[in-house]
């Protein structure tokens, strides 16, 4: 919202548009007394970092639309807080009155964020104060939901997995995980499918392809490393709404001279201000052509370097031009995207990258997709042996699953045919902030979101930042990793003796430090290369359909993108 008395037309949030944003959505119409800041040609202010605005106007003039005259800023108590959304990391200050979250602004690390959050940051915590927060435990009886207490919900869900594993097994049990879940809670989740005898766990919801790593997936580089690269190749992302606290930092690269190229749809390209920058050179080819894209640019890089290269391609003029940027410079990266991550040749795409990445001296790693993508992995939320992956149990493979903070509907690449296949199973029991799946789910099970828990998230670059809760849990509303000791203890699991969030963190190897230690991160593989057509289109989520909090914010899904994404999918659909 705009208070135009108070402007003194210092001309900032013009210059966030154009510098830091890039684009420039506000600008100075007419002169001297009668100047005044706005918006031209009828357009709307709609970039994915626009709230900064308010942070840097020094008077005023822009303020919070949510938060305009709901409190006094001197009535609010501030809280240190992270992020649960991509995988930056992104510190906060979360502003509370009367044990209710007001307001959400940054907290200035230079490391992670700078002094900057993305709108998702800022706005979703409309989410935690909505009509659809899920504040007592439920169970579902004769079709009808009914309010239980703690007590009968948990033994009715430890009875149901005792039945349900005596008889069909241990391997008729699992757990699906949302990457945006603390470290302790899927360690934890972890923790109670392996000790009733199950390695059926899995984070990779969207993921089609489920290859084993024996490392810890992560960017390849620091967070602040993106700001001053002289050679990025991007991927499979669209950078900017995937991941907007990134993008800003290559678009500080680009503007000091950096090259960017970028390996991506003709639609994502094609669309307006999609980047945000300048692109240099791009490769456009549709998903299913993105190994051939990659194998071509290695075949340009080979045939300069007079070696053999790694797979069949060829040296097509869009495919030279990426190979001689990247050649050149010395501060070089190539960057996996959301969609390179969750494709159905991504083992084919890494091996690629990598060969590419030592032939030119480039880090390669993944943007990866959300604020604990790395600290699921550390976790060890990962199916081991036999254990099933995500797609194995989204196709109905189980007889009882446990839905830890996801909607498969909407979080998982089976989308709509995930209903019918978890309706399928004897029980389904959901532990979420919300009122969610409920069409197919038989309990329940109200937990904290990251404002009402503590936990720890690890970010893209393997950063270990825990914090604490800043509110008190609404209604009966417990933190999940409370939940899910106490659900161990009535399996009669050994080793669930827990009594704080720490102690559950100083039980996982690698988390004990500021960083991941490095010899437990790595992008290496050994997957031979696939250049055969993949058949299916990678499952990414639009920028406001990331996760369950910011699907609930009202004023994220008012924006242009929101309105954008909904119509492609319902044309899709």
């Known amino acids: 919202m705009e208070e135009m008395s108070r402007c003194i037309h210092c001309t900032r949030c013009v210059r966030f548009g154009q510098e830091i944003g890039g684009v420039m959505e506000l600008g100075m119409s007419h002169r001297g007394e009668h100047a005044e800041i706005e918006t031209f040609v009828g357009m709307s202010v709609d970039s994915e970092l626009s709230g900064n605005m308010i942070d840097i106007c020094p008077v005023g003039a822009l303020t919070s639309k949510p938060f305009r005259y709901s409190a006094r800023t001197w009535e609010l108590s501030r809280r240190k807080s992270v992020s649960p959304h991509d995988s930056t990391g992104a510190n906060l200050i979360v502003q509370v009155k009367n044990n209710r979250v007001m307001r959400v602004v940054p907290l200035e690390n230079e490391d992670v964020n700078e002094c900057w959050i993305a709108d998702r940051d800022r706005f979703s915590y409309e989410a935690l104060n909505s009509d659809e ?3 007592t435990p439920m169970l579902k009886q004769g079709g009808q ?57 899995d984070y990779r919801l969207r993921n089609a392809e489920f290859s084993p790593s024996p490392s810890v997936r992560w960017l390849g580089t620091s967070i602040a490393s993106l700001s ?67 194998a071509d640019v290695a ?59 030592e032939q030119t001296g480039a880090s390669v790693g993944y943007l990866t997709e959300a604020a604990n993508t790395v600290g699921a992995q550390l976790a060890g939320a990962l199916p081991a042996g036999s254990g099933l992956d995500a797609g194995q149990m989204l196709a109905g493979k189980l007889k009882a699953v446990i839905l830890l903070n996801n909607e498969p509907e909407f979080d998982s690449a089976a989308g709509a045919s995930a ?20 069409d197919f789910s038989d309990v329940l099970l109200p937990i904290a979101p990251f404002t009402e828990t503590p936990g720890t998230f690890v970010n893209a670059e393997g950063r270990v930042q825990s914090f604490h809760a800043v509110v008190k849990p609404f209604g009966e509303t417990r933190p999940a990793w409370k939940v899910l000791r106490v659900l ?12 704080s969030a720490q102690d559950v963190l100083g039980q996982i190897p690698g988390a004990d430090g500021p960083m991941v230690p490095a ?39 008012l924006t242009a993108d929101a309105r954008q994404a909904a119509h492609v999918e319902g044309a899709t659909a």
């Open 419 to 438: 209903k019918a296949a978890l309706s399928s199973a004897h029980m389904v029991v959901t532990l979420s902030p919300f009122k969610a799946n409920m």
């Open 519 to 557: 010899q437990r991160l790595g992008n290496a593989t050994q997957a031979a290369v696939k250049l055969t057509a993949a058949g299916t289109v990678p499952a990414v989520a639009s920028i406001y359909q990331l996760d369950s909090l910011v699907r609930r914010a009202t004023s994220l899904q």
């Open 133 to 135: 927060r899920l504040t």
């Open 299 to 357: 075949t340009a890089i080979a045939a300069d370097k007079g070696i053999a290269a790694p797979a069949a391609g060829q040296a097509t003029d869009a495919a030279k031009a990426v190979a001689k940027s990247l050649q050149g410079g010395e501060r070089k990266a190539i960057l996996l995207g959301n969609a390179a991550a969750h494709h159905a040749n991504a083992a084919s795409l890494l091996a690629l990258a990598n060969w590419i990445g």
């Open 145 to 201: 939901w009914k309010a239980v207490d703690w007590q009968t919900a948990l033994e009715y869900v430890a009875n149901g997995l005792k039945q349900i594993k005596a008889d069909h097994g241990a391997d008729s049990v699992g757990t699906l995980a949302s990457p945006h879940s603390t470290l302790e809670e899927l360690f934890l989740a972890a923790s109670l499918m392996r000790g009733l005898g199950s390695d059926n766990i």
């Open 228 to 294: 001053n690269l002289q050679r990025v190749l991007v991927v499979g992302s669209n950078l900017r709404k995937d991941h907007p606290l990134f993008a800003q930092r290559v678009r500080q690269s680009v503007r000091k001279g950096c090259a960017l190229s970028a390996i991506t749809s003709v639609a994502e390209l094609a669309s307006a201000d999609a980047w945000a920058m300048p692109v240099a050179n791009a490769v456009l080819a549709e998903s299913d052509a993105w190994a051939q894209a990659l």
């Open 488 to 499: 161990a203890n009535l399996l009669g699991l050994p080793g669930f003796d827990f009594e």
